[in-house]
Structures are given as C-alpha cells and as structure tokens.
C-alpha cells in the first residue's frame, strides 16, 4: 500500500476554494489507477491572524507500481495542480509506505507503464 499525503500551505480564507478544485475538477479527472482520496484536514484547525493554514490530503494507491502509473498518467492534475498553486503559498508531496515493508532497490521494480 502507498500513501501520498499533500501539504498544502495557504491562508485560511483559500481552503475552500482549494477543496472546491480538487472535488470539482480533480477527482472527476483522475486517472486509473485512481488514488482513493481517504482524509483531509487543516493545521491548526481555527483561524489565527497571520498564520498561515497547512491543508494535509491524504491519497492512498495499491503498490508502487501503481504510483508510477498514475505519474504516467497525469489526467485532470495537469489543469489542476497549477490552478492550485496560484491559490497556495506552498505545496509538498510525500509518498509514503509502511516502516514495516521491505523497501525494494533501484532495478528491483518493473516502472513499465
């Protein structure tokens, strides 16, 4: 299993119209295989003047080489994404697996699309 948490950095006053991006034109456009969108939250969760807020998505994909499908296959993020960075001030992917899986070594997977 992979997880791809987004960190999104904004002003709060923008988390809406992000949400709104990726409801409305992102996960409509999704590519297979489709990353499962599972949660979404906001740090820190009230409005304090001047302090920007972090939006945290997170996706969830099969396997690894589902992950590099998906980047072979970029869909609607192609539009999407760089709308979304006009609204952000920043904007990070991590791309995580369990600590508990034996990570493979370069050469090991097969990155054929």
């Known amino acids: 299993m992979i997880h791809l948490l987004d960190e999104i950095t904004l002003d709060a006053s923008e988390v809406p119209r992000v949400l709104a991006l990726i409801d409305d034109e992102y996960l409509p456009g999704l590519p297979e295989p489709l990353p ?3 949660n979404r939250w906001v740090s820190p969760p009230v409005v304090v003047p001047d302090v920007p807020t972090t939006l945290w998505l997170l996706w969830q994909l099969p396997d690894v080489p589902s992950y590099y499908r998906m980047r072979a296959n970029p869909g609607a993020s192609s539009v999407v994404w760089p709308k979304l960075d006009r609204l952000c001030r920043h904007r990070r992917r991590h791309i995580l ?3 508990d899986c034996r990570l493979p070594v370069s050469g090991e ?3 054929v699309v």
């Open 36 to 38: 499962v969108l599972l």
């Open 97 to 99: 697996a369990s600590a």
């Open 109 to 111: 997977l097969n990155h």
